[in-house]
C-alpha cells in the first residue's frame, strides 16, 4: 500500500508559538508602520495572503498588487534575518518521522497557507524541506481547499499510489481531508486541543507521530 502524504507545516512539523510567525509580522510592521499589526487577527490554517488581506482591513487599508509585491520583498528580508534563530524548531518527532518516511515507497507532499517561500526557510531550518518534491502553497489560492486541489494536481502528476492521508492539527486540516476523500491523522500539538479536534472524528488522534508508523509499514 503507497500513500500520498499530505503534511501542514505550522504546529504539525514545526512547533508553533508566540515566536513563528515573527518573519511575517515584522513584515508587516515595515510594510504599515504600525505597532503590533497582528493582534487579533488568528494565523491558523489560513493562507498568507488572505492573513495579509485581513490585516490591511484592520487598518483601513485596501489590498493592491503592488503593496502585496512590497510585502513579499519585506518578508523574504525577515525570513532571511530570521533564519539563524531558534524562531523555527521540529515539532516533537516530526523530523525522524519525516526522514523514516523518506526511506518507504510512501510520497510526501504539503497543504499549507505558507508561502512556499516562507515554508521553505522553515523546512531548510530543520533539514527536511529536501523530503517535499512538491506542495499546495499559499500562493496557490486563498482558501485551504483550493490550496489542497492545487496540491493533489501537482502529486498527481509526480507519484502513483493507492490512498491518500493528510496529516495537520486543526479542524481545517480534517475539513481538507474529506474534501479531498482522505483519511486524517490529527496531531493534539497545534492550535486546537483534543477535545475540539475529536469533535470531527478524525482516523487517528495522536501526539507524537510515532504512534502511527505502523499505518505505513
Known amino acids: 500500500m503507497s500513500y500520498l502524504i499530505f503534511f501542514d507545516i505550522n504546529g504539525t512539523i514545526i512547533e508553533r508559538d508566540e515566536r513563528t510567525d515573527l518573519p511575517f509580522s515584522h513584515a508587516m510592521v515595515n510594510l504599515i508602520d504600525v505597532d503590533d499589526p497582528m493582534k487579533g487577527v488568528d ?3 489560513r493562507s498568507d495572503k488572505d492573513v495579509f488581506m485581513e490585516v490591511l482591513d484592520n487598518h483601513n487599508m485596501s489590498f493592491t498588487e503592488d503593496l502585496w509585491e512590497e510585502f513579499l520583498k519585506l518578508y523574504e528580508e525577515q525570513l532571511e534575518a530570521f533564519k539563524d534563530t531558534d524562531v523555527w524548531r521540529d515539532n516533537v518527532d516530526a523530523v525522524d518521522f519525516i526522514k523514516w518516511l523518506s526511506t ?15 515554508a521553505k526557510y522553515k523546512l531548510e531550518k530543520i533539514n527536511v524541506w529536501k523530503h517535499f518534491k512538491t506542495g499546495g502553497f499559499g500562493e496557490d489560492g486563498l482558501r485551504r481547499f483550493d490550496i489542497a486541489d492545487s496540491a493533489l ?63 505505513f509499514k
Open 43 to 45: 494565523t491558523s490554517a
Open 153 to 215: 494536481e501537482k502529486a498527481d502528476k509526480l507519484f502513483n499510489y493507492d490512498k491518500i492521508i493528510v496529516i495537520g492539527d486543526t479542524l481545517l486540516d480534517i475539513q481538507t481531508a474529506r474534501h479531498l476523500k482522505a483519511e486524517i491523522i490529527s496531531i493534539t500539538t497545534g492550535s486546537h486541543s483534543r477535545e475540539k479536534l475529536q469533535t470531527l472524528n478524525p482516523d487517528y488522534l495522536i501526539d507524537r507521530f510515532e504512534e502511527v508508523k505502523d499505518v
Open 104 to 118: 518507504t515507497d510512501h510520497h510526501l507532499s504539503l497543504i499549507t497557507g505558507e508561502l512556499s517561500i516562507g
